[in-house]
């Protein structure tokens, strides 16, 4: 602990003595001295590419988010991008939060000094956008500045590849690698915005690719005639952009499908990086739906759909048998989805001989049982959608496999080959038009979950996770995987362990990633997995029994137990 708090103070204390750091920054960084914590806490590491690119609180210090931080990133993917081809170009977009159109001008101006032309859109829009922009203008690579559903304090930096994937370990190793050779802020190259744009290194992104993102969208549709003639106005939903980028294309989407009666909650509409109608501007929580639901209680919504801030998350809330407007989770609304898709397909005799559906390791196994019983393939990958992208990107190059459907538990979707990132736009299509079809039948989307589980068991999923903060954070985290992988248990809760799957060495094919999973004989599992993009450990757990009942208490036992061990190590 002592050699990493004098490579903090070093850090420190380097920065305060840099010429090129601004007035304003040293004057923040003064301002800490005598607070050892704070100094340790922004010092003590370097911000690292983990699941999602860079994600961090905004600040001065190295282990934050700001100009110097992601002024060296895009050095670094900038000298990578050089590498990789004679005329390389990078595709830039940014979400709601404070400091994100400032973070993005600003990478876009280091990439131009660096000869690199960068395409940056004139205002916020979804992280699945980029990725289609990607694709569409044969970019060498992408970024997107988002901390996707965090609290307002942080912001990220994505990095893609050229098929409009996340990068994946192999090609962000190397662009780890191309960061830290960049030792000092001295080295990152800045042009002027006027400069750029007159040598044509700085180009602005608008209204005509906003429309073909529009178009190719809504075209992932399975029932738009209908929808356009009649069932769509039958279906009220009420959508909240939580403040983020999916406000304008959400609408524009439902509208070109058809799905015309949908209602906005006013309060959440305009983008505002403090979020400051929710504590946290999270779709896969109840308490960021307050507003919504009060709206869907006023007008007798049948569906309320969410996005999050970049808006590649969507939660949807629907009413129970009693009447209630319920959250349904992220594994729920796949296998609404997924049963929707497929069943469409198979019914119309469009189902391929050699159809996939990609999910990841910690996500439910009811999609997969319901992707099976239409004849879909199901292939798992790790988690972190980039994972999925990988996979739709190796089945367009070898042609033996046709993608149908990628999802994760934590509100990922994706219909359609357009892009290779999770969607809450075609997402929110999805599930609204499947709610409108099933409508049509008399049922609501609670009733076709009751029924998938009815068919294929009651599947009952739940997540836990300990946020723990600083480097005392990261060695405890380190210190639970380890006592879990040193010391694996024979049973837990009364159910004996039948398998233990460490994905560290690499497993099933898949790169190798620092998660636990315990299969136990009865079909249940749990799973541990520190946070790629947070200071924090998740714990997944999920069930599969013979009634709902059965279910609630068989997972509640088994939440239980498994945290108490990890809880003792915290």
Known sequence: MLEMNQLAVERYEAWLADPSIDAATREELAALRGNDKEIEDRFYRELEFGTGGLRG??????????????????????????????????VIAHDSRNNSPEFALDAALVLAANGVTAYLFKALRPTPQLSFAVRELGATSGVVITASHNPPE??????????????????AEEVIGAI??????????????????????????????????????????????????????????????????????????LAEAGLSNVHIVPEQEQPDGYFSTVKSPNPEERDAFALAIKLGQEIGADIIVGTDPDCDRMGAVVRNNEGEFVVLTGNQSGAIMVNYLLGTLKERGQMPSNGVIVKTIVTSEMGADIAVSYGAEVVNTLTGFKYIGEQMTQYEQNGNRTFLFGYEESYGYLAGTYA??????????????????????GKTLYDVLLELYAQHGYYLEH????????????????????????????????????????????????????VLKYMLEDGSWFCLRPSGTEPKIK????????????????????????????????
């Open 180 to 253: 830290q050779a960049v030792t000092a802020f001295d080295q990152v190259k800045r042009m002027s915005r006027e400069e750029a744009e007159a040598k044509g290194l700085l180009k602005w992104l608008g209204e005509e690719e906003d429309r073909d993102y529009i178009r190719t969208v809504a075209a992932q549709s399975l029932n738009s005639e209908l929808l356009k003639g009649g069932l769509g106005r039958d279906l009220t939903i009420v959508y909240t952009p939580l403040h983020g980028a999916g406000n304008m294309p959400v609408r524009e989407v």
């Open 420 to 441: 290779r990132d999770k969607d809450a736009v075609v997402a929110s299509l999805l599930i609204c038009e499947a709610a409108a079809y099933y409508k049509r039948q």
């Open 57 to 90: 609180v905004m600040g001065a210090g190295t282990n934050r988010l700001n100009v110097y931080t992601v002024g060296k990133a895009t050095q670094g993917l900038a000298n990578w991008t050089l590498g990789k081809s004679s005329a390389p170009s990078v």
């Open 463 to 514: 997540l836990e996770s300990r946020t723990l903060k600083g480097v005392d954070g990261v060695q405890q985290i380190a210190g639970i995987m380890q006592d879990w992988r040193s010391k694996p248990p024979v049973e837990i809760a009364g159910v004996r362990v039948a398998t233990v799957l460490d994905y560290l060495p690499g497993l099933d094919g898949l790169p190798s990633e620092n």
């Open 154 to 171: 942080y912001n990220g930096y994505k990095a893609y590849g050229s098929d409009g994937c996340q990068l994946v370990p192999a090609d």
């Open 539 to 570: 714990v997944y757990f999920a069930v599969r029994s013979q009634s709902l009942s059965m279910a609630k208490d068989a997972i509640g036992k088994l939440t239980a137990a498994v945290m108490e061990r990890v809880d003792s190590k915290a």
